[in-house]
């Protein structure tokens, strides 16, 4: 029998007050080796110096912190991009000490190929002589990732990332499938360094890099978009109401939408072809979107961040809800809760690429082309997007940029989202560093305008977008920062992705729930963050475990926001879903179904992040010119000239061991885009 979700129990407050009651140490972590001479002043040893409580480390940043912007970028494995980082827990070292093959785990994949001959492979990596800045994506479905973990009584082994991508296209049957299936079993192993993206390195090398972070859900990007202002993609909901979608019917589309939680990348409900919103409708995603009638998710009904931003005002901006029946159903408890607190209301904006009119549009016209609508966390809630005061806050890339130029920030602070798309709101096209990579014979120009066109990206998704063109997207950002001392001194920015895109990582995520198809669903793979403030500590590795939650729950502690997980109706739902009901294989009982913003041993914040002694002011704040980027060096394509490791004075890990790894012969990154060279 289900247990009561609406009654209030003494069980119930007991659990979310210990919980509450939780002061989990911070992963201080270690110092980054070998600094440079612009970044060695700055350091200070945190095995050094006393660690002041949590609380007071709150209390100190409530003082100096008014603006926390995320950097939401898309699909990379932490050992994908950092596994060769210095001090990292990476692919050959565990941050301190060198590790063996034998010591990491899923380091040699193995594979049966379609002869029936044993493969094996190694990670290996790509640089500019293989156009490392865009690759073809690999399989990050829940269940091929589901697959890449290959549990073992319970336990991820990290074992099965080029198995699945050899099954998944082999079973086609003939050569050209056989050759498919080889690229990508191998470039599911490929990793890159700061040669590929240095400013990314350059930025984990200046503060803190966070080598312990996963994705909140072991699924593709919705559902971890959703996270990161939800802590979830639906648990409580489906505790609730089931799993089941509803059933809906407009003109000539007739479909079910898919039900929480989310685990595959569907549409939002609001905007599609179910929504029958007549004025203000949310825009529909570019070209490369999926909008079949049974590509639509749910309206999604649970608490998000915005919500408890909203603060005193929570019951009154509930009122402008167009539709709070629809909408408002699982937040009915949570919003006199928010309101009683008496908070003040805290601004936030979610700015992404293609929103509205971008400067890469027509003049008057906004195309949308660029948007990717199933990246878009608050149009999947309807009290969000149909709602005038929180949809004012939706906006474009183009005018994140605007706005800052023009001072247009919400002066008493907030959190700021920043998401790219399908283009780059530069208007720049991928550097091809090599023009005789994939075909050795020279690309030809038909070849290089399919790189522009289906390359051009600013997300950093493999699949559509350029990591170098991605990365100067996130240098822009950090530079608009940086440029406003009044806006730098008072601001945190965090750096991290939704998902892994299926990468091969060697840290087994914490399994903590599963979903309705008895599938692993919380963690995903290991992705990495990278955290900025003038407060922050320099050259460090912070070993704080974490997803999406470490984020939602430093903007509380920041913004004295209640945790979603002690809300109302969603600490009776997590409660609720301890029921043996909802128990996973084995009879693994669900304790995580739902955010878990609290801290726990489970999931920490992020205050790791930042020096003690600037916040309290023993030390100066890191200067604005720190965090940026010369102008120069953001523009020019490939950054450094493909020399980033060089220009910005750090040896990865494979040469600082004198390691070397082999790329496989007749190794193609794009086995989808340029099959011909398989």
């Known amino acids: 029998m289900k247990r009561s979700i609406t009654a209030a129990s003494v069980v119930l407050m007991a659990w979310v007050t210990a919980a509450l009651a939780q002061d989990a140490p911070s992963g201080l972590g270690h110092l980054q080796p070998e600094p440079s001479a612009a970044i060695a002043p700055y350091m200070v040893d945190p095995a050094q110096e006393p660690r002041p409580s949590r609380d007071a480390l709150i209390a100190a940043l409530r003082k100096k912190i008014k603006y926390v912007f995320v950097i939401f970028n898309e699909n990379h494995s932490f050992d994908n991009e950092f596994g060769t980082f ?17 010591h990491t785990a899923g380091f040699v994949q193995h594979y049966t190929d379609q002869t029936g001959a044993a493969q094996t492979l190694q990670p290996f990596r790509i640089g500019p002589e293989q156009n490392a800045t865009f690759v073809d994506s690999v399989d990050h479905s829940h269940k091929g990732l589901a697959k890449k973990l290959a549990l073992k009584d319970g336990l991820p082994t990290m074992t099965g990332f080029a198995q699945t ?168 408890q949570d919003i006199p809760f928010i309101t009683s607190r008496g908070g003040k209301p805290v601004a936030w904006r979610w700015y992404e690429e293609g929103y509205d009119h971008e400067l890469t549009d027509h003049e008057g016209e906004a195309s949308h082309a660029s948007y990717v609508s199933h990246h878009s966390a608050p149009q999947y809630f309807g009290y969000l997007v149909n709602n005038p005061t929180y949809h004012s806050n939706m906006r474009g890339l183009g005018d994140f940029f605007s706005d800052m130029k023009a001072g247009d920030l919400p002066l ?98 914490r399994i903590l729930s599963y979903g309705p198809d008895q599938l692993p669903l919380a963690r995903g793979i290991r992705v990495p963050m990278i955290v900025m403030s003038p407060y922050g500590r320099a050259h460090a590795v912070s070993r704080a475990e974490g997803d999406h939650n470490a984020v939602i729950e430093t903007i509380s502690a920041i913004f004295d926001l209640p945790p979603l997980a002690s809300l109302p109706d969603e600490a009776q739902a997590l409660y609720a879903g301890e029921d043996a009901t909802f128990n996973g294989p084995n009879g693994f009982v669900q ?49 450094f000239g493909g020399q980033g490791c060089s220009a910005i004075g750090i040896t990865p890990e494979d040469k600082r061991q004198g390691l070397s790894t082999a790329i496989p012969p007749g190794f193609n990154s794009l086995p989808i885009t340029f099959p011909a060279y398989n």
């Not at 050759?179 to 490929?190: F, G, I």
């Not at 009044?486 to 087994?508: A, N």
């Open 86 to 102: 210095p001090g990292a827990n990476g692919l050959f070292s565990d941050g301190v000490k060198p590790r063996d093959a034998a």
């Open 591 to 639: 304790h995580h179904l739902g955010p878990r913003d609290l801290n726990t041993p489970e999931t920490d914040d992020l205050l790791s992040a930042f020096e003690p002694k600037r916040l309290t002011g023993e030390m100066p704040p890191l200067p604005a010119s720190y965090a940026k980027i010369p102008e120069k060096d953001v523009e020019t394509l490939p950054h």
């Open 412 to 509: 008493d602070g907030g959190v700021i989202y920043v998401r790219g798309g399908f283009a780059a709101v530069s208007g720049q096209h991928p550097p091809i560093q090599n023009k005789a990579y994939p075909n050795p014979a020279g690309l030809t120009p038909s070849e290089i305008a399919t790189i522009d066109s289906n390359k051009g990206g600013d997300d950093d998704h493999p699949g559509y977008s350029d990591r170098q063109l991605s990365e100067a997207m996130a240098a822009r950002v950090v530079n608009a920062v940086a440029s406003r001392p009044e806006i730098w001194s008072e601001s945190l920015i965090v750096l991290t992705y939704d998902e892994s895109d299926g990468f091969y990582d060697h840290v087994p995520p």
């Open 165 to 332: 991508e050899f099954g998944r296209f082999v079973a086609s049957g003939g050569a050209s499938s056989a050759s498919l299936a080889t690229q990508y079993a191998r470039l599911v192993m490929s990793y890159i360094d700061c040669d590929t993206i240095p400013f990314l390195w350059s930025y984990a090398s200046r503060f803190t890099l966070f080598d312990n972070i996963f994705a909140t859900e072991d699924t593709p990007s919705t559902p971890n978009a959703i996270a990161m202002i939800a802590g979830q993609a639906g648990e409580t909901q489906w505790v609730k109401h089931g799993a089941e979608g509803k059933s809906y019917a407009a003109g000539e589309n007739h479909g079910t939408t898919q039900g929480p939680p989310l685990v595959n990348d569907p549409q939002p409900f609001y905007g599609s072809q179910f929504d029958t919103t007549a004025s203000g409708r949310q825009p529909a995603g570019g070209g490369g979107e999926n909008y079949k009638n049974s590509n639509i998710a749910s309206n999604l009904t649970f608490a998000t961040v915005p919500l408890t931003l909203a603060g005193r005002d929570a019951s009154t901006i509930a009122k402008e809800d167009f539709n709070p029946d629809f909408d408002l159903p699982d937040i009915k």
